[in-house]
């Protein structure tokens, strides 16, 4: 059991820090780095493991029922924008396997262009994308030191934080800071809401 979960752990680190390279299929890099991670005598299973690991992964990121119905409702009255940072190629694979792109009004990732989050340009490009102002847009993320700060420093309208664990610090940071993203409605502001514009 030691070991399994030593292997875990050392993928997890090696995905973390490096989560595709462009010099591998896009399903073989996760099995390459499997097969690093694990002991000598398993690395012959590395491919059956990386598959396992993807379908489970992919089903723990789905969007549940109640979040779908939450961009849906919110689609009615908002521009959705949905940025994320990460390598051009595996941020896609997990856009696309997610069926993510139906609920937002534009998507970037930051390996399609020279910023990340926080860098305050990849926040503006969205408001551009979008076709608003800044200062009419709120950003949401769980990452203060992305995600709020880079939302601060673009100068928008506010920024709601949900903590990835409970017992994280509070923080003055952001706005607003809820436990769920469900409880969004409860801090958007009810008038007047941001009509849906053509591009």
Known sequence: MDAASDSASAFLQAFRAKPDDESYAIDEWPTHLWRNCLPKNYRHIAKNISAQWLTLRFQYLALTPDVIHLLESLREDYLLGLITNGPSRAQWEKIQR?????Y???????????WEKPDQNIFL????????EARTCIMVGDKLETDIKGGKDAELG???WIPLQYDEMVSDLPDFKIQKVTELPEVLPNSPKLKKRAA
Not at 104 to 114: E, I, N, Y
Not at 125 to 132: G, I, P, R, S, T
């Open 104 to 114: 937002f009004d534009c998507v970037l990732v930051s390996g399609d262009h020279p």
């Open 125 to 132: 490009e969205a408001c551009k994308l979008l076709n608003v």
């Open 158 to 160: 506010g920024t709601v």
């Open 98 to 102: 997610l069926d993510l792109e139906k």
